[in-house]
């Protein structure tokens, strides 16, 4: 495993991380925990040190069982990685099927509970990177970054970051308590954040990538015949997994398939060193719940694509036609 800073903050991290939302939220029934905590040993054996949560991914019955598994799991490596998890959100009806409306709640009463909460919850005395999951409109960046400067004092967290913010919010956010990186959508079918890299590169933030393989799709293992529970798996309803897309997008698979050809990697692999390549700061944070997708996810590593390669890939994607993508479940403030 290679490593990686995010930004300037000296946060440092394995350079491909193990985002854990889909072992108990949006990807099916919750995964079995003692196999999920075998799993999540051998990823810090294999070198992952990088492990992301949030105080939201679980289910109707039990909310916050993300976290709840990974303070169990992870305790006995507690020095040896970094977690971090998020604040802000909550789900509309979250006992309904399919995606759930986010509702954001970034007040400084509820930051502080949630940071007790989760801290409790992963049984540690400090998170390493606490991010602000949504931007909430009641609240205004320079007092959730006030908060974040004050428990970064107290020694509750060690770095602090946003989920999907505008230039604006992050800029404005920066500036009162610096910002170590974001957490935003990034895969070969989801770009549109990359016109913030410009500003990161400025600020010396870094750019953690969730949903790096198009929540799975690009790594050629469905069909137009795959089935997803609609009442548990949020894939029943996205875009790219739709029968008609994966006609549409057989253009971005053969281009996939040649680049794992030419460097002798797995579709996944190519994808993921493709994001890695773009800056030295982006970490992508691909999940699973297998051991061989584990190891395939490191061996992205190893490859490695010149300016010119991704130059080239991203004219091809510019032009390509292709499918739909998830971009997210509708976002309002609790107060709407």
């Known amino acids: ?34 196999e999920m905590t ?17 105080e939201s991914y679980g289910t109707a019955q039990n909310p916050h069982d993300n976290e709840v598994l990974l303070g169990k799991a992870l305790k006995p490596f507690r020095d ?17 099927p399919g995606t759930h409306t986010v509702l954001t709640d970034s007040r400084p009463e509820v930051i502080r509970r949630s940071v ?25 960046p320079e007092v959730v970054a006030s908060v974040m400067a004050e428990l970064i004092k107290e020694g509750k967290i060690l770095h602090w970051g946003i989920s999907e913010p505008s230039e604006e919010y992050l800029r404005r956010a920066h500036r009162v308590c610096p910002v170590a990186a974001i957490q935003n959508r990034l895969s070969m079918m989801a770009r549109w954040h990359e016109s913030l890299f410009p500003t990161l590169d400025e600020l010396g ?10 929540n799975g799709l690009l790594t ?32 971005l698979f053969a281009l996939l398939d040649r680049l794992a050809e030419e460097n002798h990697a797995t579709p996944s692999q190519v994808a993921l060193a493709w994001m890695m390549g773009k800056r030295p700061w982006i970490v992508p944070i691909p999940g699973t719940r ?23 890939i991203d004219e091809l994607l510019d032009n390509m036609d292709m499918s739909d993508v998830f971009g997210g479940s509708p976002v309002k403030s609790s107060g709407n």
């Open 80 to 96: 040896r990685i970094v977690i971090a998890t998020k604040f802000g959100i909550s789900f509309e009806n979250p006992e309904a």
């Open 1 to 34: 495993m290679y490593y990686r800073n995010l930004g300037l903050s000296g946060l440092r991290v394995s350079a491909v991380g193990l985002g854990c939302m889909g072992m108990s939220h949006a990807y099916g029934a919750p995964a079995d925990k003692h």
């Open 38 to 54: 075998g799993l999540l040993a051998d990823a810090v054996e294999m070198g992952y040190t990088f492990f992301d949560t949030a």
């Open 205 to 214: 933030i870094g750019f953690v990538a969730f949903s790096p393989l198009a």
């Open 290 to 312: 297998k051991l061989s997708r584990l190891k395939e996810n490191i061996g992205a590593t190893d490859i490695q694509l010149s300016i010119e390669e991704i130059r080239k």
């Open 116 to 140: 007790e909460g989760s801290l409790r919850r992963l049984q540690t005395d400090h998170i390493d990177l606490y991010y602000q999951h949504r931007m909430d409109s009641r609240v205004e």
């Open 220 to 251: 050629e293992c469905y069909s137009a015949g795959s089935h997803f529970d609609a009442a548990t798996d949020y894939r029943a309803s996205m875009p790219q997994f739709r029968q008609e897309s994966f006609e549409r997008n057989r253009a």
